[in-house]
């Protein structure tokens, strides 16, 4: 398969993977405060934020062979949605997650990390970097693991700069296939 194709073959199954809806909590209906930090709330209001800026340098790498293009108006709510499904506030994982906080000097919050060894769970972790009150970073640990195939997604996100999404997949008797798609933006 020519890399042209396996690159399609790969957007197409990333964009299946990243459209999932996730489904509305009573929670949300009632504005009742959520116990992780709110990530879908957070890339919602991204989204809203770099709708304004449009274009974005954008570099797709699949199995080692790599793409890069200049893109003049990018739909972040599609490209950004795998984030958003990540979240973790969900009635039934409440205790699921061990939280860690951290600290600077002044007391001011600069980082939650949130783990999961539950491995039902698809979302493993989730650490949110913050400076002052803004949110400097967010990295996110996806895995999925069937008999037939075993996935692990890295997601990380700087609202001042960019975002990665590295999918590694491996199928029973394939090799590991490696995906990943790094966006820079254009100011």
Known sequence: MNFSR???AWIVLLLFASCQQVPKTP???MGIAKPYFDLKGYFDSEVARLRK???AKKMATVDGKQEQRLIDSIDFGRELAVFADSDINRPAWTDAYEVDSSFNAQRELIGLTYTSNDDNLK???ITVDFEGASVSKILVRNEVASSITASCQV???QPAIGYSIE???KV???DEHVFKIEV???K
């Open 6 to 8: 396996r690159l399609s």
């Open 27 to 29: 929670a949300d209906s």
């Open 53 to 55: 800026k449009g274009k």
């Open 123 to 125: 979302t493993r972790s």
């Open 155 to 157: 997601l990380s996100y």
């Open 167 to 169: 999918s590694h997949q």
């Open 172 to 174: 029973a008797m394939s």
């Open 184 to 186: 820079q933006f254009v």
